[in-house]
């Protein structure tokens, strides 16, 4: 694990590593920011940010303005990349498939099944380097838009790692739009079977209730609303009985204008999780 | 004026207008953040923040995390770029001259002259476009870096335009170093007599007590200290009374993860210079 930067922030430290990935096969950064409490030795809450298409591990540290809150409540913010990144690396057609667009999956189709196993990633590789390497109490996942997908996905598939779960805009039925279609006939293939272990819904709907609470939140003025069906997800969780707050906001869009004005809620959703 | 985006940000609007601008003889562009306040059509504190070297109208909204304060505070934040722009705008031969460099000065040398006019435009027409276009109670000015410097000396130099003055990271006494012996001999030529007049240490000393107070951060690991002087400026206010709360900070550096950790102290205390 090698140290690229590390600049104070908020009495913390906001640092970005880079590390050989051997589920990738290739170099992976991520970023980390550590509040007072974890550079005073003690054991913190870890939040893993999964970030949505086109951004990368810089992108939740520059916008998301989560630091302020992190550093006042002892908590670890972990944000990986998106993807796999490098010239041996397959490109899409478009920004929603290919580098900056890994959906959080292990791609089993040529010719992303190499390098793209973004789940294996942070599921396995990931998780185990940040509790090796930090004062780890426990893990939870939040994440935007494509991001989301990823949070709740990873989340319900294993709810043994992650112990709290949030979602601000999530692709939350990706199985019933252009971007969950595309992505995982691209990733996946066209065996329908194996997409529906990859959809916040279907999964929801098939496991029932792993988690207290659910917390998403998601703009009413968003652009991309019809790629994200929220109501879909909702009516699931309801069906099995898994509670979920679904907060529906008047005005605001997908961006990070939007992300920033409800992170200060996510954290503390994850840290009363465990009170 | 021409409304280029609005966006839904701490319950108040993250907006970006361009308008043609007389002084410049271009078109302009600036960002405003609007509270829940002044949306509500009550009169507010404006705060024009005034941004460092390589930046534009953008990096203030997206980088500094003003807005969670500024929504709670009721304070409107005016972020103006750094220079004219366009292809008929002379180009420096490095990042620290011509655009994105304009220093907050009116160049008289050419190719400058016809253009680089930001004190004018900030003080003049950016000022009465605002104080025309929104409730405006009183403006304060804040900047960071080349804009810590147009902030200390736009506000010494109008002190009946501006009611209150901060500053991160400024550049103090640009005459002391090589990025304001640089942009002052290009932009203002050789005579000196000339450059005293846009030093905030040299402005200071000539105007002496003009405000009740100035706030200044400055990181002690910021790899510009050189270019920057704080002490000199300190030293300057100390021998005419001009009060100054200069905190230097262990450990912070130049960048926007310092501007961020001090941003919240910076809105308070333009709204406490009046209460």
Known sequence: M???????????????????????????????????????????????????????????????????????????LISPDTSPRGESVAVGDYWDIGQGAGFYLDATEQPWAPHYRMESYITSELYSLIQNSFAVQRIGLMGHSMGGHGALTLALRHPDLFRSVSAIAPIAAPIDCPWGIKAFSTYLGADQSTWIEHDATRLVQAKGKLFNNILIDQGLEDKFLNQLNPDLFEAACTHVGQPLQLRRHAHYDHGYYFIQSVMTDHVIFHVEAFV
Do not use: W
Not at 54 to 75: M, R
């Open 2 to 76: 090698q140290l690229l930067s590390n600049t104070h922030c908020f009495s913390g430290e906001q640092r970005f590593y880079q590390h050989d990935s051997k589920v990738i096969g290739l170099p992976m950064k991520f970023g980390i920011y550590l509040p007072p409490k974890a550079l005073a030795g003690e054991r913190c809450l870890v939040l893993i940010y999964l970030a949505g298409l086109t951004c990368n591990e810089e992108t939740f540290p520059i916008k998301a303005h989560a630091q302020q809150i992190a550093s006042d409540l002892g908590v670890i």
